[in-house]
């Protein structure tokens, strides 16, 4: 099957605050839930405005990770978690470019992403992703 191109990448921002977009932080914002159609795949920047380093994971799909900070990998790598850089303050945010795979056909329904750094989930870092059947 031909993978074809979700509607609309996501446009999460990992953040400590609030930041334009759609920001993924603890505690602060309702459970964010977006859709995705069987099927398809869509390319996510991943920006980190936080301070500290953030572990995103994602459950039940993989996601080929394609850069960093601009910067192509020599050889992108099927994961279901990579590591956010710490912003220092000053320049652009860090960012994580990752191609996410929605084509299996046992991933539709509702599954988590989170950081994988526990003191963050606890704290209320997570959302939910939902995969609709063709």
């Not at 910067?71 to 000053?90: M, N, Q």
Request: hydrophobic share 35%.
């Amino acid at each position: 099957m031909q993978p074809r191109l979700a509607e609309q990448p996501a446009g999460l921002i990992i953040s400590e605050k609030r930041s334009p977009g759609r920001s993924f932080r603890s505690r602060s914002d309702p459970l964010q839930i977006f859709a995705r159609r069987f099927g398809s795949y869509t390319l996510e920047s991943l920006p980190c405005h936080a301070g500290e380093v953030h572990t995103f994971h994602i459950h039940q799909i993989h996601f080929l990770f394609l850069e960093v900070n601009g910067r192509k990998l020599p050889s992108p790598e099927w994961r279901d978690t990579v590591i956010l850089p710490a912003w220092d303050g000053a320049g652009p945010y860090p960012t994580v470019k990752l191609r996410l795979d929605f084509r299996d056909p046992s991933i539709a329904g509702v599954f988590p992403f989170h950081c994988h750094i526990l003191d963050h989930e606890d704290a209320g870092m997570m959302a939910t992703v939902q995969v609709n059947p063709k």
